[in-house]
């Protein structure tokens, strides 16, 4: 579990973006929603430990919480599995167990044979994909992927959480988007943050039925009309 308790936190000489902010993240898959400019990132970037707050308690540390950015770094000169192995030498592993682990997440995340190439040579959905293994290195059970499907289409997007899917299991998942096309069937929970306050944080069925109560049906329309319902959409 990922816990916000009273998180405050502004960039200087701007409004408070967070003003005792107060959220756990179960066990399990959860979608941060919410529009562009909510606090989605800079929430990630502080549970990571890559910003400071200004106050409040975060647990766990910082050290147990693996990000995986919106863009995915490619290091020049370096092959498929070779950047999977420099993230598990980066988060502490000894080169040879990371490279052994290496062709294990390539495997899992159907990229093995893809593991001789030079990672530029990849697609957006692929480079998520190692981007996926790279998270796994660490060895950590809270994830946090920040706008992974965006730049992607639908079935890249759809592979993407698929694949996340499979190698998900007892971990504490959180993918922030501010997309909600193709994304049922994936996530157990909804957080909706907008302008610095979680404004909705329960099951996704849960979500789905604001929509269903206003009078939509199809579950991809309750989906769109429960955040419309809560968001000024332009």
Known sequence: MLTFRNL???????????????????????????????????????????????????????????????NI?????????????????????????????????????????????????LSGGQLRRVGIASSLMSGNSILLFDEPTAGLDLHQASNFYQTLAAVADDKCVVVSSHQIEGISGFFDNIALLVDGEIKFFGSFQRFIDIGIALGLRDPGQALVAAYSSMVEVD
């Open 8 to 70: 405050s936190f502004g960039y200087r000489y701007k409004t408070p973006l967070f003003r005792n902010l107060s959220i756990s993240f179960p066990k399990g898959k959860t979608l941060l929603l919410g529009p562009n400019g909510a606090g989605k990132s800079t929430l990630f970037a502080i549970a990571a430990g890559l910003i400071a707050s200004n106050g409040g308690e975060i647990t766990p540390e910082s050290n147990q919480v693996t990000l995986m950015p919106q």
């Open 73 to 121: 770094p490619v290091f020049r000169g370096l092959s498929v599995r070779e950047q999977v192995a420099y993230a598990g030498w980066l988060s502490g592993r000894s080169s040879d167990d990371s490279w052994t682990r290496s062709e294990e997440l390539l495997e899992m995340v159907h990229l093995s044979d893809k593991a001789r190439e030079s990672a530029k040579s």
